[in-house]
């Protein structure tokens, strides 16, 4: 079965700080995919990052990057030098690698506020 | 710049009414999704297309029928709305093509309350 979980339901950080949200996932199989995505208090989801499970490297985009530990499946976002436009709703999703399935499994979220 | 649109963004319905979710994306991407978002359980996925014709059901396909008339648009039917239904859609779009791992992008949502 596939499941991605999020346990922190809310966090708060200081601006210009630096956060890391977890996410633990579940799967059988060997190569996934794993993305980050934000929503906005407006509802508005945009993605953020992506890691591929056979990638060793974290990957980075601007001020949000990844700490991957596949024995661990774990994929935390670390956002460094946090500003208030980063308070949003962040997602964790995987994607299993299976050809003609298509779903992606998301986590229910962490709350993030930055406070001035 | 690519782009997904959802329409209406807000509806209210009634019960045993028939409601029909539309979206539209320009980005040319082969597959289509519906998910509704609700407190407590995140993102769950309804329906999905590979591309024009095409239709699967997700992992909460009952009660909701969907359809791909064309590459740009994913409709999603709620042939007797319930109380039940009540929640947020998005529709999102991405692209298998030769990097099938592309992070779907998603429209702005439609709030829907079945009273």
């Known amino acids: 079965a596939q499941k991605v979980t999020q346990t922190q339901t809310s966090i708060s950080v200081m601006e210009k700080t630096t956060v890391t949200m977890d996410c633990v996932y579940e799967?059988?199989?060997?190569?996934?995919?794993l993305f980050w995505y934000k929503q906005t208090a407006s509802g508005e989801i945009v993605f953020l990052i992506r890691?591929?499970?056979?990638?060793?490297e974290n990957a980075t985009v601007g001020h949000y990057s990844l700490n991957f530990q596949k024995p661990k499946s774990s994929i935390g976002l670390i956002i460094t030098a946090t500003q208030i436009e980063d308070s949003a709703v962040y997602f964790c999703?995987?994607?299993?690698?299976?050809?003609?399935?298509?779903?992606?499994?998301f986590g229910k979220g962490t709350s993030l506020t930055v406070i001035p | 710049e690519a782009a997904v649109t959802q329409s209406p963004r807000n509806k209210v319905a009634v019960t045993g009414g028939k409601v029909t979710l539309s979206c539209n994306q320009t980005?040319?991407?082969?597959?289509m999704y519906w998910y509704r978002q609700d407190t407590g359980h995140g993102l769950r996925l309804i329906h999905y297309?590979?591309?024009?014709?095409?239709?699967e059901k997700g992992d909460i396909p009952d009660g909701y029928k969907a359809s791909r008339p064309s590459q740009e648009n994913f409709s999603l039917i709620l042939e007797l709305a319930t109380p039940s239904q009540t929640s947020v859609y998005f529709c999102?779009?991405?692209?298998?093509?030769?990097?099938?791992?592309?992070?779907?992008?998603f429209g702005e949502g439609t709030r829907l309350s079945v009273l």
């Open positions: 999102a779009s991405g692209d298998a093509g030769t990097d099938n791992n592309q992070a779907p992008l």
């Open positions: 799967t059988q199989d060997s190569s996934y995919f």
């Open positions: 999703a995987m994607r299993p690698p299976r050809t003609g399935y298509q779903n992606f499994y």
């Open positions: 890691q591929d499970s056979y990638k060793k």
């Open positions: 297309s590979y591309g024009a014709g095409s239709t």
């Open positions: 980005n040319n991407h082969n597959n």
